[in-house]
């Protein structure tokens, strides 16, 4: 799969005039959406838990959550977010992408909006 990325912003629900926008990595690999710790912190949003995630290597790491409102592409969803190192790329996960009615078009590695958001799984036959 290429790269693709997407303009974001990650919105404080508490005081939604609180916002960061950056550019995103999607990342369907990732359960949940990554934010460098100091943007989220610049519009007040600070760890609410801690969960182990696994990285591409299997090895494990403890991570700071917390959550927020997740803008793009005209859509907003909220969601978990993975307080990331300064350094960290942002990352938009798989869950993000679902709940606001977004996939990665394999072919052309672009994002395309579904006609409408899944409120079921298929039925197999």
């Not at 005039?17 to 460098?36: K, Q």
């Not at 793009?72 to 009615?101: K, N, Q, R, W, Y």
Request: proline share 6%.
């Amino acid at each position: 799969m290429g790269v693709t990325h997407v303009s974001v912003v990650i919105r404080n629900p508490a005081e939604p005039s609180r916002s960061w926008e950056g550019s995103f990595l999607v990342d369907t690999g990732a359960i949940d959406s990554l934010v460098p710790r100091p943007h989220l912190e610049s519009i007040g949003l600070m760890p609410k838990g801690q969960r182990t995630y696994e990285l591409a290597d299997g090895s494990e790491v403890r991570m700071d959550v917390t959550t927020g409102d997740i803008e793009f592409m005209d859509e907003i969803t909220a969601g978990l977010i993975i307080i990331g190192d300064a350094d960290a790329e942002p990352l938009l996960g798989v869950t993000a992408l679902e709940s606001a009615g977004v996939e990665v078009d394999p072919q052309s590695q672009r994002l395309k909006k579904l006609p409408s958001v899944r409120l079921k799984t298929l039925a197999m036959r």
